[in-house]
């Protein structure tokens, strides 16, 4: 079972930023200012609102987590459950930082139950089923189903590993088992072949750049790996990243050949995936694509300060219906955030904070958002999925300008 830091090792830690902080000093004195800007270089402004309810937020995934864990479609074999592009995946980026900002000293009930499923999975990768059998659903999707999950096992671990400084061993098997299955050739080289039911933006063709963006973001942002914490204190206070590790240079280096050479192609949601990547994985996007997506994604906003998927991206709906065409809080999180990670200092970065801070449903917690794929009643279970995506993505901004 997963472990979460104590007072008993203030101690070692304390020592060791110590140390780091002279390193620091001494590099700043030394060095010359880097030509690049990545997150950890993000200005300090705050923006004008700030005022949101993270307990309201937390209240929501927590429920939205609990019913996806019940939901009789996502059991699957050994007693765990399937993991979601919609909602366990954005769940298991926000839900930690929730937890963190309300001091709360151990994951919730919910976050228990999809840690110990993604874990178990995880151990007994070679012994349990793919979430989808060819038998059933078709050819090929075995494969696609096999692939995606284990990229989002790797995504949802690393989110949690990264607030204790080090990826665990279980995390570590993880990455492991999504580099095992990277497309080594064919258009897909470098990324992997993807869950596809024609659902956007998560399970469609597009899809497969998408997912390879978000792990883009979990090995860039991902600590080194250590067998023991003192020796992870000692590693990340050297600066070593995961991404570093050279036993994984040539995936790495396949997964930025793969965004580089299919970036042109992509929606601007995609791009703005990458674009949050490009702030932790160095080398991601040139500084000119950087610069002309930003001011791309700026000229997007709407008069209200945010964001619509609509804008995002050339979408059809199934059943012909027009699409919703107001801002949203999964356009608007996602936009904000990798324009903050990326230390984008326009005023309009900060409205979109504001429209985040005034558009939390005050009585559920949650932000609004439509499907992509047909008119779906968002007060349904399956109408929601798209609020819960949008309802992470809010938290992920809101934080990042604390």
Known sequence: MRSFPNSSHRLFAGLALAAAASATLLFMLSAPPPKT???ADKPTSTPSATTWD???????????????????????????????????????????????????????????????SIEKRVRMWKDVEPFYLDSKYGKGKEIESRNAESVLNAIILASYDARQGRITETTRLAFDNAWALQSKDGPAAGAWIWQNFHYTPWESP??????????????GKAPAYAKNEKLSVFLNGKSQRYFEDPKIAANVAALRGYLLSHYDAQPLLNKTVALWASAHLPDLLTREQRDKLSAVLLSQQRPDGGWSLKDLGTWERVDNTPLQDSSDGYATGLVVLALEENAVTDPRVNRGLDWLADNQDKTTGAWPAWSLNKNRDPKSNIGQFMSDAATSYAVLALDARK
């Open 37 to 39: 800007v990545l997150a």
């Open 54 to 116: 993270r307990a309201a937020a937390e209240h929501y995934l927590d429920n939205r987590e609990e019913w996806w864990q019940d939901w009789d479609r996502t059991h699957k074999d050994h007693g765990t459950f399937c993991i979601s592009c919609h909602t366990q995946a954005p769940y298991g980026l926000a839900r930690p930082i929730l937890r963190q900002d309300l001091h709360e000293p151990a994951p919730s009930g919910a976050e228990r139950a999809m840690l110990d």
């Open 206 to 219: 597009e899809s497969e750049y998408h997912g390879a963006a978000l792990f883009a973001v979990a090995v």
